[in-house]
């Protein structure tokens, strides 16, 4: 092996009989870590960088292996997640870095990765090439987290709460490029608010569709289909029933005895149980009971995966229906059961696979209150998947349901627009709970006015290099925008200049607009996460000074679970 005096390793590489292992044991030192470093969070961002906008580019992933399909993509994320190796190892590093930052940035927003990768990448290179004419990495790092929070705070001052269906709309279509979907969407959440359960499924028509459904339902069924009473629409309705909950897993038939007798002793026409499971003996004197002009009894599986889940829904159940909830680890049989342990409902309907009701009839003001204390929760809570998980037990207690039908020419098409359709719902939810900033980049600028001010203020020379990357780097989104919709940005910038304040470039008609009444926005919540995650990752990555491999390096795996800062 021929020794390479530009990188310097403390140890050479392993040998084994004869034949070089896959990856030396190696340590990299300066200048060659920013190098490879560098080329590799460039090889990424460039990648990425031509999606961003509402004229995007595609990126083309070609298959792996045996997999001769062509993706084509147009989410940061998704194009980082495609990337698991490069074969220089120190780009492999820096690629690596980003892909991290991207991906945990999906997981918290659902968006914005885009915007995030020309952020890092520009703030990274403005740093290495400081630093690298004699600045100091640590002292810019800790300058470019205090500009940062200046950065917060102007972004701050630029938030505006939503408040029409026009701007619903108008925030739908800046993330899905759709105009129909953007319709069906802005009025979906006008009529369901912000904790509205709203749902994406694949579509089997040419155009999208939409469908509302009052009250809620599950995606668990009847235990037995012979409880099915409309072969028609293929479901079982009960009117004005009564509702019994139970975590039970139900042997015998004697167990249901007391349930069904206290039923018929207080006159109840329909019944509707609850249990984790029904055993076949039990579903047949269900059924051998069944009595249209006496008591319709049905059955169907207690919602959830496990005790926790199985117990959430059961509680969301007993407050909006009134019923008394029976839990097996607390000892709790049926034998005990009296009139007042039944709930209400005006309607409910269940099939083979799922289960719903409106019109229930519990305690409107213990409803208000449950539902704003897990408000509360929601607000409080930083883990990305306990706020989601939160979200859809407020919006399954408001009641009501909106349903759209993404439709696609193909199969592939019509699962890119589901996933697409998604990440704008999460957007739209953020907007709609914490507000909006102009949209193109331009809330970002609004931000150097006072990053030029700051910068001219003080004397010492790290902070002031700080000040002038961050004003260099936050140019850099709407200049990407703008260039891939095929405009020069410089020209651009000199017309918004001229026409003021508030006003933006709408790459979509090529004219300077005001960029609220044209209803270009961005949820404020996304582009502060995106500012503050780009940002605070390219000061850390600017620290790093060595670069060490491992002989067999590790697969990439998908990052972890991200935590949620809030701004």
């Not at 200046?150 to 505006?160: F, R």
């Not at 020069?488 to 003021?500: L, S």
């Given at each position: 092996m021929r020794y390479d005096p530009t990188r310097q390793h403390v140890k050479y590489p392993f040998f084994n009989a004869g034949k070089k292992r896959e990856q030396a044991v190696g340590v990299v030192f300066q200048p060659k870590t920013y190098q490879g470093f560098q080329r590799g969070i460039n090889l990424l961002a460039k990648a990425i960088r031509p999606t961003l906008g509402p004229l995007p580019r595609q990126v083309a992933m070609a298959g792996v292996r045996y997999d001769l399909r062509v993706e084509f993509l147009d989410n940061g994320a998704d194009i980082a997640r495609h990337i698991i190796q490069i074969d220089d190892p120190d780009e492999d590093v820096g690629a690596m870095?980003?892909?991290?930052?991207?991906?945990?940035?999906?997981?918290?927003?659902?968006?914005?990765?885009?915007?995030?990768?020309?952020?890092?990448?520009?703030?990274?290179?403005?740093?290495v090439h400081y630093i690298t004419s004699g600045g100091n990495a640590s002292r810019l790092n800790l300058f470019l987290h205090q500009a940062l929070e200046?950065?917060?705070?102007?972004?701050?001052?630029?938030?505006?709460p939503l408040e029409t269906e026009e701007h619903l709309v108008n925030i739908a279509e800046s993330h899905c490029f759709d105009p129909l979907l953007a319709k069906y969407l802005g009025e979906m959440f006008d009529v369901a608010g912000e904790f509205g359960r709203v749902e994406v499924r694949p579509g089997n028509r040419r155009e999208h569709e939409r469908e509302y459904f009052e009250g809620m339902y599950w995606d668990v069924g009847l235990f037995s289909r012979e409880?099915?009473?409309?072969?028609?629409?293929?479901?079982?309705?009960?009117?004005?029933?009564?509702?019994?909950?139970?975590?039970f897993d139900i042997q015998s038939p004697e167990e249901l005895y007391p349930v069904l007798e206290t039923a018929l002793r207080e006159n109840i026409r329909s019944l509707f149980i609850m249990a984790k499971s029904l055993s076949p003996k039990a579903i047949n004197f269900l059924l051998s009971n069944r009595n249209p002009e006496?008591?319709?009894?049905?059955?169907?599986?207690?919602?959830?995966?496990?005790?926790?889940?199985?117990?959430?829904?059961?509680?969301?159940?007993?407050?909006?229906?009134?019923?008394?909830?029976?839990?097996?680890?607390?000892?709790?049989?049926?034998?005990?059961?009296?009139?007042?342990?039944?709930?209400?409902?005006?309607?409910?309907?269940?099939?083979?696979?799922?289960?719903?009701?409106?019109?229930?009839?519990?305690?409107?003001?213990?409803?208000?209150?449950?539902?704003?204390?897990?408000?509360?929760?929601?607000?409080?809570?930083?883990?990305?998947?306990?706020?989601?998980?939160?979200?859809?037990?407020?919006?399954?207690?408001?009641?009501?349901?909106?349903?759209?039908?993404?439709?696609?020419?193909?199969?592939?098409?019509?699962?890119?627009?589901?996933?697409?359709t998604k990440r704008t719902i999460a957007a739209m939810r953020?907007?709609?709970?914490?507000?909006?900033?102009?949209?193109?980049?331009?809330?970002?600028?609004?931000?150097?006015?006072?990053?030029?001010?700051?910068?001219?203020?003080?004397?010492?020379?790290?902070?002031r290099a700080a000040y002038y990357i961050l004003t260099n780097a936050l140019r850099a989104p709407f200049e990407a925008i703008v260039g891939n919709a095929g405009y020069?940005?410089?020209?651009?910038?000199?017309?918004?200049?001229?026409?003021?304040i508030g006003h933006g470039f709408d790459v979509k008609t090529g004219k300077v607009v005001r960029l609220d009444e044209a209803g270009i926005l961005d949820p404020a919540s996304l582009v502060k996460t995106v500012a503050f995650s780009a940002i605070s990752s390219a000061a850390l990555a600017l620290t790093v000074d060595v670069l060490v491999h491992h002989r067999k390096p590790e697969k990439a795996a998908l990052p972890e679970r991200a935590k949620i800062r809030k701004l």
């Open positions: 870095f980003l892909r991290e930052v991207l991906w945990n940035l999906q997981m918290q927003t659902g968006d914005g990765t885009a915007t995030a990768a020309v952020l890092f990448a520009s703030v990274f290179n403005e740093g200046l950065v917060i705070d102007e972004l701050n001052k630029q938030v505006a409880m099915i009473t409309d072969m028609n629409s293929y479901k079982t309705e009960l009117e004005n029933a009564a509702i019994i909950i139970s975590d006496r008591l319709t009894a049905v059955a169907v599986k207690n919602p959830g995966l496990d005790n926790a889940q199985r117990k959430a829904v059961m509680e969301d159940i007993a407050i909006l229906t009134g019923a008394k909830p029976f839990v097996k680890d607390a000892g709790e049989s049926f034998l005990s059961v009296k009139p007042a342990d039944y709930g209400l409902a005006r309607k409910i309907w269940a099939d083979h696979e799922h289960f719903g009701f409106s019109g229930g009839k519990g305690d409107p003001r213990s409803i208000r209150k449950y539902i704003q204390t897990l408000r509360t929760l929601y607000q409080n809570e930083d883990d990305v998947i306990i706020r989601d998980e939160i979200r859809a037990h407020i919006g399954r207690l408001l009641g009501g349901t909106a349903t759209v039908y993404v439709s696609g020419s193909t199969d592939e098409e019509i699962k890119a627009n589901v996933e697409n953020t907007a709609m709970l914490e507000g909006v900033v102009p949209g193109g980049g331009l809330a970002l600028l609004e931000c150097i006015p006072a990053l030029n001010e700051k910068m001219h203020s003080c004397s010492d020379i790290d902070e020069k940005p410089d020209y651009v910038r000199a017309q918004m200049d001229a026409a003021g």
